[in-house]
C-alpha cells in the first residue's frame, strides 16, 4: 500500500489504537479518536469516564516520545482485511495555538465534541512513517 492510501484510509478511520511506552520500556496501548492533517496526528483527552486524570499515555509521551497509531478493517472475508499504522515523535499539549487546531479538526471529524469539547491534554504525533498493508 502506498503512502497516499495511507493517509486516505487513516484519515477515513473512525477509531485508532495509541501505542506508547511505559518509562519501564513496556508498552501501554488504548483505543482513541483521533484527526489527522498532513503529518500532524491528535488525539486528546476527552470527557468519556477514566478512573484517574493522570492518563498512562501522557505520562509515557513525557518519559518516552515516541508513539504509533494503528487502524484497521476486519471482515470475515480475508481479502478485504487491511491496516496503516503511523509511527512518529510525540508531544503533550496543554495549551498554544496547535492544542486549538487539533481540537477544531478532532470538533469538525467527531459531532459528539461539538457538544462536549475535549478538555484534557491533546496528544500531537509528528508522523515520520507511514506503513499499511492490504489483502487486495
Not at 489504537?17 to 498532513?38: S, W
Not at 495555538?97 to 496528544?123: C, D, F, N, S
Request: hydrophobic letters at 45%; proline letters at 4%.
Amino acid at each position: 500500500m502506498d503512502e497516499a492510501e495511507c493517509r486516505a484510509r487513516l484519515s477515513s478511520a473512525r477509531v485508532g489504537r495509541l501505542a506508547t511506552v511505559r518509562p519501564d520500556g513496556g508498552p501501554h496501548v488504548v483505543a482513541c479518536c483521533f484527526a489527522v492533517q498532513g503529518d500532524r496526528l491528535w488525539t486528546a483527552v476527552d470527557a468519556k469516564p477514566k478512573t484517574t486524570t493522570r492518563l498512562q499515555r501522557l505520562d509515557n509521551i513525557r518519559a518516552h516520545p515516541r508513539a504509533s497509531l494503528l487502524v484497521d478493517h476486519y471482515e470475515e472475508d480475508w481479502d478485504a482485511l487491511w491496516w496503516v499504522r503511523v509511527d512518529g515523535h510525540a508531544a503533550v499539549l496543554d495549551d498554544g495555538e496547535e492544542r486549538e487546531a487539533a481540537l477544531a479538526a478532532l470538533i469538525a471529524k467527531y459531532r459528539q465534541y461539538a457538544t462536549a469539547a475535549p478538555r484534557g491534554a491533546v496528544i500531537a504525533i509528528a508522523v515520520e512513517r507511514w506503513s499499511g498493508w492490504s489483502a487486495r
